[in-house]
């Protein structure tokens, strides 16, 4: 498996826009660019994002530099232009993926680039040290000036004064290496924390990661929905297909155990878990788009969620998630997908 090359890639060739012009139309597998006219407010921060916003999780451990990159440039090919990735992500190697990709291409001022900061072994906690180094280290990595959206990963670090976090971010902020924040593994308590002390003048939250799907319902359907909503917080959930379990592509324990997740694929399917793919299969067999596409339009047309954060594998699964974006979902369906996950 190559994890990193030098060679040059080819540009992007762009297909002329197909005559789709209604939003909630579905986007063509043939027919690229047209996802360049979708964009949707990430929350207060300024940025505009395609309503999916592919994850690196997976770039540098189960998928290589080449792979990688094809996934990379068949997002933006269909108009994608917001990533994510991690310091955690395989120790690191997501971040240099994506650098060297950005170089090659050339589109670092057209993409929107979050990072999530504060599991990387060498840097892990929000303590004000290791969140310089961390920043520092993931600026280096993608070899980029500025961050434009930082998520503060407190999964690891329940015990850091949040205020002291802040302040240090404000640093990162007024020395030009990140421009907005964003929240990872924060409850409810804190959220409103970080608001009362951003009320004192420390910056702002405005993004909030919570993993969240139709099978994942729980705990963001609480307090947590209830807060970012009270604070018109951008949410962009992970795990937006639970391990591919969501795209359809794992139904019998056989399957599942050649998968990257096989124990946690096979947790679901029981009773409830098959019950959702067959209501999966019914709105995607009505509408004429893939399983993928259906999980994704469910996810978009929940409250408060602006652009659910989505990993690939190979660049045919981005085709598919993609049309997601484009997917109107009636009443009866979205209640339908909803009875399926309660």
């Not at 770039?59 to 994608?80: A, M, P």
């Not at 297909?241 to 096979?266: D, I």
Request: net charge neutral; charged share 20%.
């Amino acid at each position: 498996m190559r994890l990193f090359g030098s060679g040059a890639a080819a540009p992007i060739e762009r297909a002329q826009p197909t005559g789709i012009e209604h939003p909630s139309a579905p986007i063509p597998i043939v027919g690229l660019g047209v996802g360049e006219r979708i964009r949707v407010a990430l929350g207060e921060t300024g940025f505009e994002t395609f309503p999916l916003m592919l994850g690196a999780a997976e770039f540098g451990w189960n998928v290589d530099l080449e792979t990688s990159h094809g996934i990379l440039d068949r997002y933006v090919e269909f108009g994608g232009n917001a990533v994510h990735t991690a310091d955690g992500f395989s120790g690191g190697r997501s971040e240099h993926i994506i650098g060297q990709w950005l170089r090659s291409r050339a589109l670092r001022e057209r993409m929107v680039l979050s990072v999530r900061v504060g599991a990387h072994a060498d840097n892990p906690g929000l303590g004000s040290v290791n969140l310089v180094r961390a920043a520092e280290g993931s600026l280096t990595r993608l070899g980029i000036e500025r961050i434009d959206v930082l998520y503060l990963d407190a999964s690891l670090d329940q015990t850091t004064n949040l205020e002291d976090t802040l302040a240090t971010v404000e640093w990162l902020v007024e020395a030009g290496k990140i421009s907005r924040v964003g929240a990872f593994g924060f409850s409810p308590e804190r959220l409103v924390e970080a608001r009362i002390l951003a009320s004192a003048g420390y910056p702002r939250i405005e993004v909030v990661d919570a993993p969240y799907n139709l099978i994942r319902r729980h705990p963001f359907e609480g307090d947590l929905r209830l807060v970012a909503g009270a604070q018109n917080l951008a949410v962009t959930p992970s795990h937006a297909l639970e391990h591919g379990f969501l795209s359809g592509r794992h139904r019998s324990k056989a399957l599942a155990a050649q998968g990257v997740r096989g124990e946690q694929l096979r947790s679901h399917l029981n009773r409830r878990g098959i019950k959702i793919l067959r209501a999966l299969d019914q709105v995607a067999g009505d509408l004429s788009v893939p399983v993928a596409a259906v999980s994704i339009a469910w996810l978009l047309a929940q409250r408060t969620v602006t652009a659910p954060i989505v990993n690939a594998f190979a660049a045919d699964h981005v085709d598919e998630l993609m049309q997601g974006a484009g997917v109107t979902l009636s009443r009866a369906q979205l209640a339908d997908l909803t009875r399926a996950g309660a």
